[in-house]
């Protein structure tokens, strides 16, 4: 798989069709894998792919990385999940399809962090399915979807008709409760917040070129890291996900205080898709709810 | 001094001891709020928070996520308050009255870290807000018998028992003891006015080995430090190439121990109001945005130089304390894996 990879990488590179390639490469150690860009063909041997390959690399296909758009054209690899994050993207208008090269890597899983791949050895071959995020267990494009070429062996996974996994189970807990019992778990999570934005920072979605949390004048966010400030930053996050968010995972992965930012994302994917029939990143041409008018759209959720 | 002996199951009273004074003990955590990383982990998240009795305490750690540095510079807090009236702007400053916080279970790496705060905090500006908490602090370092692949103190001339920053030096003995040592006056007072907790070490502890933290090789902090002075480096495209996936967070600044930048900000109505000191993170692309809109780090490498700069060149050049102190936290918190000891590394090649 990995020899097809660095095989196409390079010979996109060759040929000048790209001038970078956005893919996986080793740290030094060859302990944890990291983004590398690759704009040599003889650098093509960089790339790797394994469970460990958890970052959505769509990211750096944002305006937020000048300099590397500054690079030329790029091919980018990637998972299924992060090729939904490259269809919202194109829908909204980030990005033309045209303007990327998709190396879609066909996956059986990542681990939820690096770090829990310990003792597991160095065959990748499977993951624990204890150390796969919910995400994975629910896959529905280990096959990528939308790709200019795909690698790897075509998988007959089939995910469950029911969403399982901690974050599904969590989220059915959750609803159980009253909402006051809600506010105090979410109110003990967000009060964790550091402010470190890695969460919008990580996230592909998040491309503002100014932030509503670094607008000043007035402050409408408060910068402070006190409850108020804390969950004001939390909910604007939340909200502009809506209907975008394709439950890559990345900005709970991100977050170093541990904040449960997936239950967040995937509670309001589920309202999505139950008010607008709509999931995020399965067609480059459909634009999310939020940003269209329709007539149709039921408005039945607003309580 | 190590003459002393602390006994595990004396901690409990020690907390009690210094609750009852009104003091704060603070400890290595696991909030059980925190949900775990999976299924079955619990102790992959660790950090310093106040602890209200011996059982809340982690003994089994490498390293608490954060750094103790929230407890001597608080990510927010208030430092005047106003009001805005008819006649004008009243405002009055905070006084800051801390109380007695003892850090327990400190790091050694972190114990260091306090010079370099109080460096800065000191400068030129004495800041009564970092020096009176930092006045107030006992640390009680407990040395490294474990270590991660992230932990680079050996790197950056530190050992896994130094004694730099510590007002107490503890290290485990074989027995389930910890071996005291006084390493300042306001240790051993500490010591002193718990006398009854300390019980005397009867014969030299048969001490747990220490963690073995194996310097990097190919890493030289005083070649990467010349290699930063030189002004012709400053514009290498290197800096380009090693720092293009950062992500422009602020996890590293915040979990670092040594970083220590603030902004300033006023919250309230337009009647009263906070003027609130909160940390700031030279990551963020807004830092250095003037007012006309020019901004001199107007691209991430720029600031991530900033930040590697400021740690292997500025600081050592400035104070006598150092810049980094290898805790490792940076490496274990970025979501990209940007590893500062690669780029050590990078440097120390050219």
Redesign the interface.
Known sequence: MENTLRQKAKELLEKGDVKVVIGFGW???K???????ITKPEDADKLIFNPLCV?NLS??LTR?????KALGKPAIVAKGCDIKTIAVLISESQLKREDVVILGMVCSGVV?????WKGVGTDFKSVPT??MPTKCHNCDVRNPHIADVVVGEKTTFMPPDVPSG?VFDKIRELDKKSGAERWDFWI??FN?C?????C???CPLCYCERCIA?K?MP?WI?????LR?NLAWNLKRAMDLTGRCTFCG?CE??C???I?LNLVNQKLALVVRKAFEHRAGYDEKVHPPMIVFNMEDQEDFIK | MANKLLKKENIGKLIEALNNEGSVFVAPTNPT???P?????TG??VVYAPVAKAEEIMFDYIIP?NSFKEFLFP??EPIAAFTIGKEGVDMKGVEVNPKETVIFGSRPCDAASVASLRAVFNWDFKDEFYNRREDKAVVMTVACTKAD?SCFCTTVNLTPDTPNGSDILLRETTDGYYAVEAITDKGKKFIERFANIFSSKPQAPSLQPIADVKPIAGIDVKKIKEWLKDTKHYENPLW?ELA??C?????C???CPTCHCF?I?D?GSAYEGER?K??D?CQ???FTLHTSGYNPRD???KRWRNRFMCKFNFYPSKFSSRGCVGCGRCI??C?????IT?VM?EISKL
């Open positions: 740290n030094n150690r302990t944890r894998t990291t983004p590398v860009f970052n990211l750096y937020k990385f000048a300099d590397i939820y962090k690096q770090e829990l204890d150390i901690m003990e999570h964790r550091i402010k470190c934005y890695a919008r920072q990580i670094e000043n402050q408060e910068t402070s890291a006190h400030g990345e992965r991100a170093p205080v541990n449960p | 709020s925190i949900p990383l999976k299924k079955g982990d992959g998240f996520r990510q927010t692949d380009q293009r996936k992500i422009g967070c602020g996890a600044t915040f979990a902004d900000v919250e609130i909160n940390w993170a963020f692309e807004f691209t991430q490498y274990r918190v979501p990209v894996r940007l590893d690669e590394e």
